[in-house]
């Protein structure tokens, strides 16, 4: 049945793409509540939080443009 295979395939790149907005609204959501870090701990967050938005906004983009 190719076009539930089609549909099934569909769905799942949607679900894929809300996941991965929901990450990136986690991400902001955490660097705004840190603000300005005040310890180095804080830094460190900021940082690992950064690197991973934008890998997973790279992902997005890619997944967004196969969808199309």
Known sequence: MPGGDTRRKSSLLKLRVSA???DLAYFAARLE???TPATPHQRAQIKAY???E???QEILERLQ???K
């Open 50 to 52: 950064r690197a991973l």
């Open 20 to 22: 991965l907005e929901a």
């Open 54 to 56: 934008g890998a997973l």
């Open 33 to 35: 509540l840190i603000g």
């Open 65 to 67: 443009r196969t969808g």
